[in-house]
């Protein structure tokens, strides 16, 4: 199985649960998986088999065979990662205690059963938290009708990814090439001119698909696939998560910092916002003693576009010991056409001969598209003192938080 990742193998692991495996090419240790991927040493091992690595002297030792680890490797190694695969639907793995509503994964022995009652729960298995006590530890989940605790070094946290897994065994698309020619006609209206391009584009897919093929259907379900979000809507939607994910990381109402025992400090968040350095800082104090139980930094690229939203989760994460996902890290940046009231923006004219930070205070659209669009194709009026108003193509977006603009 192999999902929408590249160099990504799926395998069941010792607790019987679907695991993504990195393919890494390095010398494999004894014990770790590994997967045939060439013939380098002339062994007489399937290409795309996985094996135990058995033996390592200069080379490895696998099945009666002894394969080449160069350059010119005959293996990868699989390297277990904390994404797994459970019901079709792929979950990253999070090691901290979970709220009521999440999904958890046994890997403790005796988890549930800490009385011998033999009500535990098995290793591998995975529930739904239903209830939890003071401390946030699991007291009960849905699927079972007995009670039993379960410390959260007994399982690990799931948050579902969205990608889909696909099947391994899935035959691949076959490609083809179409090459629509150029399209010279005139027409009357807008429709007639994509009735034209439509019959262009069934023309040439009939060449490709046999006397068997419908050429129609095919444009229908090109007009029925789902528009792919724009890369300001996915932004949006990782802000928004961002925000989420700084209440739902509370265990009841208070954020739980390890000591190395049962009991975990409970602590409140304090957030430091630097916009001159573009960091935030999360400071987790005890609730009774204000203490700074854990800290966590998050800093800014210097091409990014700041975000205090996105920083208040990386740092509140950090601080946590908990994993950043990537989504935070790698949000696409918002271009000036999309701005709004509230963003600060560096005003640097259509000359690039002014160097001004300004807060865009009010949307001013009967200056849009002012002189022909040559200043941009959105006006805002602004905080500086530079001509009373701008538009898109005289500034550049440093900060869409806005954290101070009014209801």
Known sequence: MNTNQANVTVLTDANGVQREYTEVKRKADVGERIKIVADAMYHGLKIGTVYIAEIKEECVYVDGWWLEDGVDCDYVVLAPSSTVIIDGKRYREEKRKAAV?????????????????????????????????????????????????????????????????????????????????????????????????????????????????????????????????????????????????????????????????EFPFSCDAEFIVNREKRTVVCLLRGHNSGKVRAKGIAKCAPDDVFNTHIGRTIALRRALGLDVPTEYTSAPQPESINAQVGDVVLFHGTKNDINEVVTLTKRAPELDNSDGNYFGQKAFRHTGGYGGWIADKQFKILDDSREEVSA
Not at 130 to 142: A, E, L, M, Q, T
Not at 227 to 255: H, P
Request: proline share 4%; charged share 30%.
């Open 101 to 261: 509503g999440e999904r958890i994964l046994i890997t403790g022995e005796h988890a549930g059963d800490h009385t011998g009652s033999g009500n535990g729960v098995p290793i591998g298995a995975s529930y739904t938290v239903s209830r939890v006590d003071y401390d946030g530890d699991v007291w009960h989940v849905k699927e079972r009708r007995y009670s039993g605790l379960i410390y959260d070094s007994e399982y690990v946290v799931l948050t579902q990814i969205d990608e889909p897994v696909t099947q391994q065994n899935e035959a691949a698309p076959k490609s083809i090439t179409v090459t629509i020619p150029a399209i010279h006609v005139t027409v009357a209206s807008m429709d007639d001119a994509v009735k034209a391009v439509a019959d262009a584009v069934k023309a040439e897919l009939q060449k490709h698909g046999g006397p068997k093929f419908n050429p129609e259907k095919t444009v229908r379900k090109l007009a029925d696939l789902p528009r792919m979000k724009s890369a300001q809507e996915i932004r949006d939607e990782v802000v928004e998560r961002a925000k989420a994910d700084v209440a739902t990381l509370k265990r009841g109402e208070y954020y739980k910092v390890s000591d190395g025992t």
